[in-house]
């Protein structure tokens, strides 16, 4: 492209120059044609005042010579201007033409390296926005940066390895990047990974999902800021006088659904409040259809999804959570009044 309108620059600068030829250079306009002297017209053995008839046809042609004569010799004539002042324009002119073209060739071999420059200082702005949210919104299910916790490991490598795909393949990278978009913006049933886009009720529209998207796909995790506590609210540690069932749900990452008030990292908004679980009748988020008993309650934690097909409440059973585990999260969730 850059070689195509440095080119055509070249031809129009060129056919500038020769029309400044034309009009400015000396001897470039001709001098009108002199007429001829009139010829002589033969009358020998002829009466004076008597034409031959082709002594007529001349003059009637002498006579068409000069009237051409005369309505040349009142056009105005334009000699060539041998001025300096003329030959300056003339040189000035080329100048002028030959920076035009230079400066626009410049320009066209530089256009591209600009525009790359310019969607790098754009893409780094985007990382850094899709960092802010990764901190206000995603850390407490992936990790304070992205490394795993409830969701998993976001990191490049390690996501594009669980699909197979190849990070040095750009049709690979793009599929990655349809399925990072389309998981933010629909969720992922019966995950606990919610719906983010606007469409679906979430809070992100579509230029913030792509941000996000942009800082997974550029692994821009070194951009992220754990908000203060993240590093601990990640993976508390349980109190020494815990309940076994509230040590275990630190353990499993409860904290990043479900806040309980006044338990270290217990301070999820994507699930209910349990903070006074054990005194409402019905399991929250189980349709109101499950009576809220600690084997209920069992029940639910340890495979939720079997009760309630589509719940984001994700099945536990997979995480390696046992159902002697889940018998004592309820347990402990049934104390709390």
């Not at 201007?81 to 410049?106: E, W």
Request: hydrophobic share 40%; glycine share 10%; aromatic share 6%.
């Amino acid at each position: 492209m850059a070689t195509l309108i440095v080119l055509v620059m070249v031809l129009l600068a060129i056919a500038a120059m020769a029309l400044g030829a034309t009009v400015g250079v000396p001897g470039a306009i001709k001098e009108p044609p002199r007429p001829k002297p009139k010829p002589a017209l033969a009358t020998a053995g002829v009466g004076v005042g008597v034409l031959l008839p082709e002594q007529m046809q001349q003059e009637a042609f002498f006579r068409e010579q000069q009237r051409a004569a005369a309505l040349r010799l009142q056009m105005p004539s334009v000699e060539p201007d041998d001025s300096p002042g003329m030959q300056m324009k003339v040189m000035t002119g080329i100048l002028v033409s030959g920076l035009i073209i230079l400066a626009l060739g410049a320009y066209a071999l530089w256009e591209p390296t600009r525009e790359a420059d310019a969607a790098q200082i754009q893409l780094h702005e985007n990382v850094l926005r899709g960092a802010a949210l990764f901190t206000t919104y995603c850390a407490r299910c992936h990790g304070p940066t992205g490394t795993g916790l409830i969701g998993p490991n976001l990191h490049l490598q390690e996501f594009a390895a669980r699909y197979k795909w190849n990070t040095s393949d750009p049709s690979d990278m793009a599929k990655m990047r349809t399925l990072v978009i389309q998981t933010i913006t629909n969720g992922r049933p019966p995950t606990p990974m919610p719906a983010w886009g606007q469409e679906n009720g979430g809070p992100f529209n579509e230029t913030q999902i792509s941000n996000l998207a942009d800082l997974i796909m550029t692994n821009g995790w070194q951009y992220v800021v754990p908000a203060p506590g993240a590093a601990t609210a990640a993976a508390p540690t349980p109190a020494p006088n815990a309940p076994p069932g509230q040590a275990l749900m630190q353990k499993y990452g409860c904290g990043g659904c479900h806040t309980i008030d006044g338990v270290a990292g217990m301070t999820g908004t994507v699930g209910p409040n349990l903070t006074h679980v054990g005194s409402v009748p019905k399991i929250p988020e189980s349709t109101g259809n499950l009576t809220n008993t600690p084997d209920n309650l069992a029940k639910w934690i340890f495979d939720a999804p079997a009760v309630k097909p589509g719940v984001i409440m994700p099945n536990f059973s997979q995480q390696g959570m046992s159902q002697d585990d889940a018998k004592q999260i309820a347990q402990y969730l049934e104390t709390l009044k």
